[in-house]
C-alpha cells in the first residue's frame, strides 16, 4: 500500500482499463463465449499550473497507439479560494495479450 500519486507533481491521477467485448449467442440468446478487442487505458491527472502559461493540448489531428496517447480533453480550473489546476484525460491503445 502506498500514500500519494506515482507520477511527480500530479495532485491526483486516475487510471482505467477496459474492453470492447463481441459475443456469440445461442438461438435464444443466452451469452455462449466473449471475445475483447479494442483495449484502452485511459488516465486523468490534476496539476497545479500557472493560469497564465495553459496551453491546450486536447487538439486534432493527434496520433495514438500502444505507446503514445491521446489527449481526450485538457481543463483549466480556477477559483477565488484555490490555486489555479489543470486536468488532462488521455487515452492510449492497449497491446493485446
Same mark, same amino acid.
Request: proline share 0%.
Given at each position: 500500500?502506498?500514500?500519494?500519486?506515482?507520477?511527480?507533481?500530479?495532485?491526483?491521477?486516475?487510471?482505467?482499463?477496459?474492453?470492447?467485448?463481441?459475443?456469440?449467442?445461442?438461438? /435464444?440468446?443466452?451469452?455462449?463465449?466473449? +471475445?475483447?478487442?479494442?483495449?484502452?487505458?485511459? $488516465?486523468?491527472? =490534476?496539476?497545479? @499550473? &500557472?493560469?497564465?502559461?495553459?496551453?491546450?493540448?486536447?487538439? /486534432?489531428?493527434?496520433?495514438?497507439?500502444? +505507446?503514445?496517447?491521446?489527449?481526450?480533453?485538457? $481543463?483549466?480550473? =480556477?477559483?477565488? @479560494? &484555490?490555486?489555479?489546476?489543470?486536468?488532462?484525460?488521455?487515452?492510449?491503445?492497449?497491446?493485446?495479450?
Amino acid at each position: 500500500m502506498g500514500f500519494g500519486v506515482s507520477t511527480a507533481d500530479n495532485i491526483s491521477q486516475n487510471t482505467a482499463y477496459s474492453v470492447q467485448a463481441a459475443d456469440k449467442m445461442d438461438e /435464444n440468446g443466452a451469452i455462449l463465449e466473449m +471475445t475483447t478487442y479494442g483495449g484502452i487505458k485511459e $488516465t486523468t491527472e =490534476e496539476v497545479y @499550473t &500557472d493560469a497564465g502559461s495553459f496551453t491546450n493540448l486536447a487538439v /486534432n489531428a493527434q496520433v495514438g497507439n500502444t +505507446t503514445a496517447a491521446v489527449v481526450m480533453s485538457h $481543463t483549466l480550473i =480556477e477559483s477565488n @479560494t &484555490d490555486y489555479a489546476r489543470a486536468s488532462k484525460v488521455s487515452r492510449q491503445a492497449l497491446t493485446t495479450g
